[in-house]
């Protein structure tokens, strides 16, 4: 079973950081927080710790990995060329939940990229995964510590359930801060293009870059519209319950909500509300969770995945959810949300009122 070792961004174990250090120099796997979800670890500059990361989690291996690095001036080795304008977003956004896809440099193996001449390269804000990365030799490559096809882990005991036997150890950092994953922009292409939407949104990313592209296929249904980060094309995310969304004006989505609880109950099945603070008192029946406040996104986007994994542990049928088209995050929460669904959308439509 793996170590685990606990720490704080303010209290940080340099001795437990050093053993980080040598398992993934050594080609070991470390599971550890930053400020999106938590990441498995391994070298990213060896191609056997990337093929053990893919084993680990049962993922795809032409699905590439983000190469995690401590500072800036790890960027140039692995790069063969930095666009300005990525720089330009780096100076605003880095450290923190923003990935960018270079051309990459000899130095990266293809096993870390899945067979592409580009590579994704994250600088994080967390402190803990900064000084991991430092200890390991700079340069980590980490998928999110889920087993494929499960949501991404926000709570260290999320990485204990899908990979505590897997892999060496597991760095508990506490909750992570965001809960989503990093914004992917590619720089590939002339006009810069959001492979990913996460905490930063596109009205974030063209205040300093000007015009920006959404890449099409990712909130496609349509299958033959394919998204170009190879990520985006998996089923992802997906509860073992079947999960609907329940969109409309708020009044007729609470009570389609409650009908739809209404009927299951009447077929003894067990039934999920996902539901916001602001909701909670509409739906008197079924197992409802409170998600965040529709106040601040941010608490929306900080639970959507530990509350996809709590329903699985209460073995629900079904989880009818409201819509979080919020402001901010709501790009981010309803591309998370519409997958793990599989796009069930149901309408409520002023006939059910
Ligand atoms: O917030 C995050 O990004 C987290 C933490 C751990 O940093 N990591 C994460 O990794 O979400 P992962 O492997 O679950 O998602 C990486 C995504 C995948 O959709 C992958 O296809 C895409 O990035 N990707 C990686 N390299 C790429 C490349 N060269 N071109 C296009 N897409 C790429
Ligand atoms: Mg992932």
Same mark, same amino acid.
Request: hydrophobic share 40%; glycine share 8%; charged share 25%.
């Given at each position: 079973?793996?170590?685990?070792?606990?720490?704080?961004?303010?209290?940080?174990?340099?001795?437990?950081?050093?053993?980080?250090?040598?398992?993934?120099?050594?080609?070991?796997?470390?599971?550890?927080?930053?400020?999106?979800?938590?990441?498995?670890?391994?070298?990213?500059?060896?191609?056997?710790?990337?093929?053990?990361?893919?084993?680990?989690?049962?993922?795809?291996?032409?699905?590439?990995?983000?190469?995690?690095?401590?500072?800036?001036?790890?960027?140039?080795?692995?790069?063969?060329?930095?666009?300005?304008?990525?720089?330009?977003?780096?100076?605003?956004?880095?450290?923190?939940?923003?990935?960018?896809?270079?051309?990459?440099?000899?130095?990266?193996?293809?096993?870390?990229?899945?067979?592409?001449?580009?590579?994704?390269?994250?600088?994080?804000?967390?402190?803990?995964?900064?000084?991991?990365?430092?200890?390991?030799?700079?340069?980590?490559?980490?998928?999110?510590?889920?087993?494929?096809?499960?949501?991404?882990?926000?709570?260290?005991?999320?990485?204990?359930?899908?990979?505590?036997?897997?892999?060496?150890?597991?760095?508990? /950092?506490?909750?992570?801060? $965001? *809960?989503?994953?990093?914004?992917?922009?590619?720089?590939?292409?002339?006009?810069?293009? #959001? &492979? @990913?939407?996460?905490?930063?949104?596109?009205?974030?990313?063209?205040?300093?870059?000007?015009?920006?592209?959404?890449?099409?296929?990712?909130?496609?249904?349509?299958?033959?519209?394919?998204?170009?980060?190879?990520?985006?094309?998996?089923?992802?995310?997906?509860?073992?319950?079947?999960?609907?969304?329940?969109?409309?004006?708020?009044?007729?989505?609470?009570?389609?909500?409650?009908?739809?609880?209404?009927?299951?109950?009447?077929?003894?099945?067990?039934?999920?509300?996902?539901?916001?603070?602001?909701?909670?008192?509409?739906?008197?029946? /079924?197992?409802?969770?409170? $998600? *965040?406040?529709?106040?601040?996104?941010?608490?929306?986007?900080?639970?959507?995945?530990? #509350? &996809? @994994?709590?329903?699985?542990?209460?073995?629900?049928?079904?989880?009818?959810?409201?819509?979080?088209?919020?402001?901010?995050?709501?790009?981010?929460?309803?591309?998370?949300?519409?997958?793990?669904?599989?796009?069930?959308?149901?309408?409520?439509?002023?006939?059910?009122?």
């Amino acid at each position: 079973h793996a170590i685990i070792a606990r720490m704080t961004e303010d209290c940080l174990d340099m001795e437990a950081l050093k053993k980080a250090g040598e398992i993934l120099a050594g080609g070991g796997l470390v599971a550890f927080p930053t400020e999106t979800v938590y990441g498995l670890g391994g070298n990213a500059l060896d191609p056997e710790a990337s093929r053990r990361i893919y084993a680990a989690k049962g993922r795809p291996s032409d699905n590439p990995l983000i190469v995690h690095i401590a500072d800036w001036d790890s960027l140039t080795p692995i790069v063969s060329r930095i666009p300005e304008k990525a720089k330009k977003l780096a100076d605003a956004y880095w450290p923190g939940p923003l990935t960018m896809i270079f051309e990459k440099s000899e130095l990266v193996p293809y096993e870390t990229t899945g067979g592409l001449e580009t590579v994704a390269v994250r600088l994080p804000a967390n402190k803990v995964a900064v000084e991991m990365i430092r200890q390991a030799g700079g340069y980590v490559a980490a998928p999110s510590a889920n087993t494929s096809g499960r949501p991404s882990p926000t709570l260290a005991s999320h990485v204990e359930e899908d990979l505590g036997d897997r892999i060496d150890m597991i760095i508990d /950092g506490g909750q992570v801060n $965001i *809960g989503l994953e990093s914004t992917i922009v590619d720089f590939t292409e002339e006009i810069p293009v #959001i &492979l @990913r939407p996460g905490f930063l949104n596109k009205e974030m990313l063209e205040e300093v870059l000007g015009e920006v592209r959404i890449d099409p296929g990712i909130m496609a249904e349509n299958t033959h519209i394919r998204p170009k980060a190879p990520g985006m094309r998996y089923k992802h995310y997906a509860p073992k319950a079947d999960l609907a969304i329940v969109e409309g004006a708020p009044a007729a989505v609470f009570s389609k909500i409650r009908e739809l609880v209404r009927e299951g109950i009447a077929k003894e099945q067990r039934v999920g509300v996902i539901c916001t603070e602001e909701s909670r008192s509409e739906y008197p029946e /079924g197992i409802v969770r409170c $998600i *965040g406040s529709r106040a601040d996104d941010r608490t929306i986007a900080r639970h959507l995945y530990e #509350i &996809l @994994r709590d329903f699985d542990a209460d073995g629900v049928d079904a989880i009818y959810s409201e819509s979080f088209e919020t402001p901010r995050m709501g790009q981010a929460i309803m591309n998370r949300l519409i997958k793990a669904a599989g796009h069930e959308v149901i309408r409520a439509g002023s006939e059910d009122i």
